[in-house]
């Protein structure tokens, strides 16, 4: 079952932060970010375990609550690079390794 | 370098003309995948593959085959396009986690 995202897109300035949300119905054991650029592959941003961490580098981080079945990623004093469309994946606990499933997609624009 | 490559990048045929898109990666990596990508609806996952010989279908396999004979390869074959297959398609292979994309093959079905 597809993840839900929100918002669907969000627009903003150079040096604002941004918070891109995915929920899924049933328990996870891991959820992934991606990105993509327009024209380009999606590109792997980080994954977080079940355990609640949050991980994050240079001003990209993310959170995962494993109760709540959510996970949030964070862009702080965005960047022009920045831009681009998100994509959270699950992974359910119930098949490991199996039927991965990607969210709709969040499309981030950054202007200067 | 690490890559996964898609061949061909760009297809036009006709409907009924069967098909095949390669994907190949240099990783050895065991988890390999096919997504189609439409406006709106992001990535949805054709079949993937956990080893050689070991395929199972993905949220979307009407129309599609796909075959894991080596480790490196493995290809999407459409046996009868239609019109309702023209899209964006990825290959995508991993270890644990980390996805690792293919370019893309962009497919026009006439």
């Known amino acids: 079952q597809q993840p839900v995202q929100s918002p669907q897109a969000v627009i903003l300035r150079e040096g604002e932060d941004a918070v891109i949300n995915c929920s899924s119905s049933k328990a996870l054991y891991s959820v992934h970010w991606y990105r993509q650029k327009h024209g380009e592959a999606p590109v792997f941003l980080m994954i977080l375990l079940k355990g609640g961490e949050q991980k994050g580098h240079d001003k990209i981080s993310a959170s995962f609550n494993e109760k709540k079945q959510q996970s949030s990623l964070y862009l702080t004093a965005s960047q022009l690079s920045y831009s681009g469309t998100y994509f959270c994946g699950t992974e359910g606990s119930d098949n490991y390794g199996q039927n991965f499933v990607f969210g709709p997609g969040t499309r981030l624009s950054v202007l200067p | 370098e690490a890559q996964v490559t898609q061949n061909p990048r760009y297809l036009i045929t006709v409907t009924g003309k069967k098909l095949t898109v390669t994907c190949s990666q240099n990783m050895n990596h065991e988890y390999m995948s096919w997504y189609r990508q439409d406006p709106g609806l992001g990535l949805r996952q054709i079949y993937y593959?956990?080893?050689?010989?070991?395929?199972d279908k993905g949220d979307v396999p009407e129309g599609y085959k796909v075959s894991r004979k080596e480790k490196r390869n493995f290809p999407l074959i459409l046996e009868s396009p239609s019109p309702n297959q023209t899209s964006l398609y990825f290959c995508a292979s991993s270890k644990r986690g980390t996805k690792v994309f293919g370019p893309g093959t962009r497919l026009t079905v006439l």
């Open positions: 593959s956990m080893n050689v010989e070991v395929t």
